[in-house]
T-cell receptor, first 112, second 108 residues
């Protein structure tokens, strides 16, 4: 059974057109993370939530926002996607900060 | 700043040969290190973490603080080991720093 679910798996958007990526979890974990992974690069943390507490990485562009309306769901909003935002976006969860992170399958974003 | 280096983008070996995937890190404190694996068409998943000191699927990794390394080893590679392997570092900042990954190809 899938424990971390990401929708859609593939997303195509136009330059400058807002897009929202979704992540849900059935693990009831406290922490949810969003990573960006560009081709042949390491996954890079964008931000994370501990419950409702939001933590932004210092170098995450302002163009990226996140929402966590409840324990199960977390959204990544890209307000004005640029060509450089094309990447795989990975969602992960963990029970606590020191616990194993469980990853979703990722959403591949294409920006035309 | 912390950094994880995986010097090899691709490692190709024959079935039954030993495997060593290299990982070096830079961090002045006491690190916690992980190996994650991504098989074809599957999600990224934890393979092992150094504090567990366990062997998973025949893989082991030893933290060498003197050399700041956490190399992943397996004495006899299997075809099903073919995957992308990522070394990751947790410095206690509540986030993982990943290396850029090494693709392991095990040829029959």
């Amino acid at each position: 059974d899938a424990m971390v679910i990401q929708n859609p798996r593939y997303q195509v958007t136009q330059f400058g057109k807002p897009v929202t990526l979704s992540c849900s979890q059935t693990l009831n974990h406290n922490v949810m993370y969003w990573y960006q992974q560009k081709s042949s690069q390491a996954p890079k943390l964008l931000f994370h939530y501990y419950d409702k507490d939001f933590n932004n990485e210092a170098d995450t562009p302002d163009n990226f926002q996140s929402r966590r309306p409840n324990t199960s769901f977390c959204f990544l909003d890209i307000r004005s996607p640029g060509l450089g935002d094309a990447a795989m976006y990975l969602c992960a969860t963990s029970r606590d900060y020191t616990d194993t992170q469980y990853f979703g399958p990722g959403t591949r974003l294409t920006v035309l | 700043a912390q950094r994880v280096t995986q010097p090899e983008k691709l490692l190709s070996v024959f079935k039954g040969a030993p495997v060593e995937l290299k990982c070096n890190y830079s961090y002045s404190g006491s690190p916690e290190l992980f190996w994650y694996v991504q098989y074809s068409r599957q999600r990224l998943q934890l393979l092992l973490r150094h504090i567990s000191r366990e062997s998973i699927k025949g893989f082991t990794a030893d933290l060498n603080k003197g050399e700041t390394s956490f190399h992943l080893k397996k004495p006899f590679a299997q075809e099903e080991d073919s995957a992308m392997y990522y070394c990751a570092l947790d410095t206690g900042r509540r986030a993982l720093t990943f290396g850029s990954g090494t693709r392991l190809q095990v040829q029959p």
